[in-house]
């Protein structure tokens, strides 16, 4: 039942969702998010918590990729996990919308259009990113912890190159 649903979870549109990394409950966002929040994160964990199951939420093991939001509204997901026979990819392209502390990404797979849904929390302080999507049935969910880059340093201006001319006295 877990594989079931650990599959279903990746592959269906509301429970994916729940894949963009959330450890519980988020807490509320003020309407704009952050500055530094419109940026590429790194996936760095992902649970899934399966209420059909009574085993301990599943600690999914090697996660990787990147999810990129753009103040736009649009995103581009790139996750993988490896498995036995190879890295599991999962690409997705969409729009993303936020209310509060809920984030609703839509996007067009395989099956046609598909909506997830869930909240999120994001802290300025350590750039890192949770998202918690809504999984079937309900109480399942998706809980994925992402990590910004750093933002990338501007260059230091330089100076004009001298002329090489010498100043009359």
């Known amino acids: 039942m877990m594989r079931y649903f650990f599959l279903r979870l990746l ?50 093991s090697g996660v990787g990729g990147t999810l990129t939001l753009n103040s736009t509204g649009t995103y581009a997901k790139r996750f993988s996990i490896a498995s036995n026979n190879g890295p599991m990819q999962f690409k997705q392209d969409g729009t993303f919308t936020l209310t509060g502390d809920s984030i609703r990404f839509t996007f067009r797979d395989q099956k046609g259009a598909d909506v997830q849904r869930g909240t999120f929390y994001f802290d300025p302080g350590t750039r890192h990113l ?31 190159p001298k002329t090489g001319k010498k100043r009359r006295r």
């Open 11 to 60: 592959t269906s549109g509301s429970a994916l969702l729940s894949a963009v990394l959330l450890s519980g409950v988020a807490r509320a966002q003020t309407a704009r998010p952050l500055p530094g929040f419109f940026t590429t994160y790194t996936y760095t964990a992902y649970t899934v918590y399966d209420t059909t199951n009574p085993d301990e939420p599943t600690q999914v």
């Open 130 to 160: 949770t998202i918690t999507i809504l999984g079937y049935p309900a109480g399942n969910r998706g809980v994925y912890e992402l990590v910004a880059a750093e933002p990338k340093a501007l260059a230091p201006a330089t100076s004009a």
